[in-house]
């Protein structure tokens, strides 16, 4: 790793870290994985650290997700390369859920994928007039992870089934309905925020003193036409009424059924699945591994390269997904892909 790709220094009471790859959208590198948990660890028990605040360079982007170009690449050459970042970070994301101390993310920007992995888990969750959140993941043929599962089985109502299978985006404002986010901070307050901080404030008091109401989103008000949509148990009732309602003029469900027909079949059918399934899970680590079930037949599958292909390296963006319509992927292809792996199992240890 570059050095300067995670950023990791002390300031006063703080533990800083800073994600630093602009050009790349601060995308998550292997190696900066390895020196979060690193510095993580060290910090856990030194008594002059009273907090830890994770940030990113720009106001462009907190973390736009897993570097995915680095996971192709290596993925065509060695499978195992890919599961063993996958593994790592999921150990990542479940001590940042666990930590003993605060730990506060400043979401300012693009946060998708892995970017919520290390942000959403956190003690407090901050985003701003600059967040744009989601979990885009059946875009390329794969599923959330990250932990991805565990917030979208909880977000009220059946939204997390929708931001799940379709990739919406959200604002500040939806982030926080959702479950993803916790507080509104204009911008200009966070460099303040992280003095008081270091000075040490406690955490909520620092935040209390910044803190504003997030401008409206939608996901709130959408909440009856989103339960209606999705509650039905199976995914090609969810189509159905999609269709219905834009066929009605519903340009909400104009939208969302394209969003749903343009992802991957098998990764869109898997989301309803997973979600579900987290929903009977008690602990973020249960839903870990179910999503690396997935993630470790992913590099050896159709749909994530070639979703990477076609949207990242060639950009057509004509993916040829396998099945090639959610009529087409039968319960079984779904179950094959999120059972168990036996003593290859994901665990925290």
Known sequence: MSGEDLLVWLEGRVGRLRLNRPEALNALTHEMTLAMEKALIAWRTDSNIDAIVVCATGDRAFCAGGDIQALYKSGLKSPESGREFWRDEYRLNAMIASYPKPYIALMNGITM???VGVSAHGSHRIVTENTMLAMPEASIGFIPDVGGTYLLSRSP???????GMSGARMNAADAIFAGFADTYVPSNALPGLVVALADGTSPDEAISLVEE??????????????????AVPEILGCVRRLDKLAAGGDEWARKTFSMLRNNSPLSVATTFTAVHKARELATLEDCLALEYNFAHRA??????LEGIRALVIDKDKKPNWQPATL???SPEMVENVLAPLGEKTWNAA
């Open 213 to 230: 109401t997030a401008p409206d989103g939608e996901l709130a008000a959408l909440q009856d036409k989103i339960n209606d949509v999705f």
């Open 113 to 115: 994928g892995g970017g």
């Open 327 to 329: 009529e087409e992927v």
């Open 299 to 304: 590099l050896t599958g159709h749909e994530f």
């Open 157 to 163: 109502g059946q939204s997390g089934l929708y931001l």
